[in-house]
């Protein structure tokens, strides 16, 4: 950018556009809560943390927990709970300040790490 900005104020000329055939050219399409889902039978840990991160903050990634849609935000990887994929397990040894100890067994984004890519 600050290339740009000392190319502007020497009195460069502007770049030609692109042509919209040109192969450097990439456009790509919004990112929907569908192309997003985890699935938490398949999805490793790192697979479900990129998914979160790519709906993080607001509005974070729509899923289900116990028959309720849910947002999921500020996942980490978690060590010390295991469980069948997809399960909600509860966990005395794995704690955040201010949030409750049961996590989705299956996901980084419930503080689990079911398999290492």
Do not use: N, Y
Not at 42 to 48: C, I, K, L, S
């Amino acid at each position: 950018m600050l290339e740009a900005i000392a190319a502007i104020e020497a009195g460069h000329e502007a770049p030609a556009p692109r042509a919209s055939d040109d192969p450097r050219i990439r456009v790509r399409g919004p990112c929907r809560q569908a192309d997003r889902a985890i699935e938490w039978q398949h999805d490793t840990t790192v697979e479900v943390l990129r998914k979160i991160d790519s709906a993080d903050g607001m509005p974070g990634l729509i899923d289900s927990l116990f028959w309720q849609d849910v947002r999921l935000f500020d996942a980490h990887e978690a060590h010390g709970i295991s469980g069948e994929p997809g399960t909600v397990v509860r966990s005395a040894t794995v704690r955040w300040p201010g949030r409750p100890s049961t996590a989705r067994s299956g996901s980084a984004a419930s503080g689990v790490s079911r398999r290492r890519a």
